[in-house]
C-alpha cells in the first residue's frame, strides 16, 4: 500500500509540474496585435469563433485576403465563407496532410512573394501552430486568438493533445 501511495504521489507531482511548466505554453502563449499583413490565415479546427475574428480582421483592412484550410467533408459554416461575397479576397483549400503541417505547406506555396500573415486558432494551439508554420514559411507571423471558454477537460486534453503534436513536429519536414 505504501509504495502505492509513493507511485500515485510522484504522478501526482509529475502532473503539478508539467501543469506548471506549460502554462505559458498552452493558456498563456505569445499572442500579438494584429497589424496589416498579406493574408490572414485561419487554421482548421472547432468552430470557436477563429472564422468571425479572421473575417473581421479582413473587413477592417488588416489584409487583402483570407486563407481558410478547410480540411472538412462537410461544415456549413466554412462552406458558406468560401462561397460568399466579400470585399477581400477568399482562398480556400484543403490542407494535405489533414494537419498544421499542411497548412503550413499550403502558406508557403502561397506565401511566396508576402512578409507578413496574421494567423487565427485558438489558445491551446497557438505555440504549436507558431512552431509548424515557423518551419515552413520564413515570413513574420502574427498570432490572434478568438480565445474560446475552454472546460478544465479540454485543457487537460489540449495539454495530452498539443504536447503529442510538438514531439510529431519535431520530426516533420516542411
Not at 504521489?9 to 499572442?31: D, S
Not at 489558445?123 to 512552431?131: D, E, G, K, L, V
Not at 489540449?158 to 503529442?164: E, G, K, L, V
Request: with cysteine; glycine share 8%; hydrophobic share 45%.
Amino acid at each position: 500500500m505504501r509504495r502505492l501511495l509513493v507511485v500515485l504521489g510522484a504522478l501526482l507531482l509529475a502532473a503539478l509540474v508539467a501543469l506548471v511548466a506549460l502554462w505559458p505554453v498552452y493558456v498563456r502563449p505569445q499572442t500579438d496585435e494584429p497589424v496589416r499583413a498579406d493574408a490572414i490565415l485561419i487554421l482548421g479546427g472547432a468552430h470557436d469563433g477563429r472564422e468571425q475574428l479572421g473575417l473581421r480582421l479582413a473587413a477592417e483592412g488588416y489584409a487583402p485576403r483570407v486563407l481558410i484550410s478547410n480540411p472538412y467533408e462537410h461544415s456549413p459554416i466554412v462552406n458558406r465563407i468560401c462561397h460568399g461575397g466579400y470585399s477581400f479576397e477568399v482562398i480556400c483549400f484543403d490542407p494535405s496532410p489533414r494537419t498544421t503541417l499542411g497548412e503550413g505547406r499550403e502558406l508557403a506555396r502561397l506565401g511566396t512573394d508576402w512578409t507578413r500573415v496574421i494567423v487565427v486558432t485558438f489558445t491551446p494551439h497557438i505555440s504549436r501552430a507558431r512552431y509548424i508554420l515557423g518551419k515552413c514559411w520564413p515570413g513574420d507571423l502574427l498570432f490572434v486568438d478568438p480565445k474560446p471558454h475552454l472546460s478544465p477537460a479540454r485543457w487537460a486534453w489540449d495539454y495530452t493533445y498539443q504536447s503529442a503534436g510538438y514531439a510529431k513536429a519535431w520530426f516533420a519536414h516542411c
